[in-house]
T-cell receptor, first 111, second 114 residues
Framework: GENVEQHPSTLSVQEGDSAVIKCTYS??????FPWYKQELGKRPQLIID?????GEKKDQRIAVTLNKTAKHFSLHITETQPEDSAVYFC??????????FGAGTRLFVKA | DAGITQSPRHKVTETGTPVTLRCHQT?????MYWYRQDPGHGLRLIHY???????DKGEVSDGYSVSRSKTEDFLLTLESATSSQTSVYFC?????????????FGPGTRLTVL
């Protein structure tokens, strides 16, 4: 069935450094790729998304890139801050309403 | 946060007992979902609904059933709870839009089965 793999499972960076989280998907029909952030004890919330007709999207310190040929997409966070510490989930959706989530990346930003 | 509530927020129960979790939305979104979240597994889809009385199975549906008699309510039932169903359960809603199918999550229910 459809699958989304996410790496790394844990990422520790120094404040001010960049963080990169990578995902691969299996369903070539996937055309919508959201990223969710979940702070400790909270619900997941959308932080950025990208559609398959776009290769890159940026929103302030976060950006997402998509390589449809390789079925890869990545989240980039620049100038990390302690409040970026959270679990991040990538996901892929094949045009319908079902979304497959990656297993999550726990990001630690050390002050 | 979108208008999604879950009840109860916490529950402790014993193996073999039935449990029902409720998700309530005020957004009039068509699609509703139940996920479970476990360490190392991310969010796994249990069941989803694409309209009143229209439901289908997700990837981890064994031992769970759902019902949706009204647009705003989606119930998840564990007919006979087992320890393996100890988890955090999230409800989510979405609406089909040209820009994508963003899902909005409820606050979660922490279920412990002893």
């Amino acid at each position: 069935g459809e699958n989304v793999e996410q790496h790394p499972s844990t990422l520790s960076v120094q404040e001010g450094d960049s963080a990169v989280i990578k995902c691969t998907y299996s369903d070539s029909a996937s055309n919508y790729f959201p990223w969710y952030k979940q702070e400790l004890g909270k619900r997941p919330q959308l932080i950025i998304d990208i559609r398959s007709n776009v290769g890159e999207k940026k929103d302030q310190r976060i950006a997402v890139t998509l390589n449809k040929t390789a079925k890869h997409f990545s989240l980039h966070i620049t100038e990390t801050q302690p409040e970026d510490s959270a679990v991040y989930f990538c996901a892929a959706s094949a045009g319908g309403f079902k979304t497959i989530f990656g297993a999550g990346t726990r990001l630690f930003v050390k002050a | 946060d979108a208008g999604i509530t879950q009840s109860p927020r916490h529950k402790v129960t014993e193996t073999g007992t039935p449990v029902t979790l409720r998700c309530h939305q005020t957004e009039n979104h068509r699609y509703m979902y139940w996920y479970r979240q476990d360490p190392g597994h991310g969010l796994r889809l249990i069941h989803y609904s694409y309209g009143v009385k229209d439901t289908d199975k997700g990837e981890v549906s064994d031992g769970y059933s759902v019902s949706r008699s009204k647009t705003e309510d989606f119930l998840l039932t564990l007919e006979s709870a087992t320890s393996s169903q100890t988890s955090v359960y999230f409800c989510a809603i979405s609406e089909t839009r040209a820009s994508g199918n963003e899902q909005f999550f409820g606050p979660g229910t922490r279920l412990t089965v002893l």
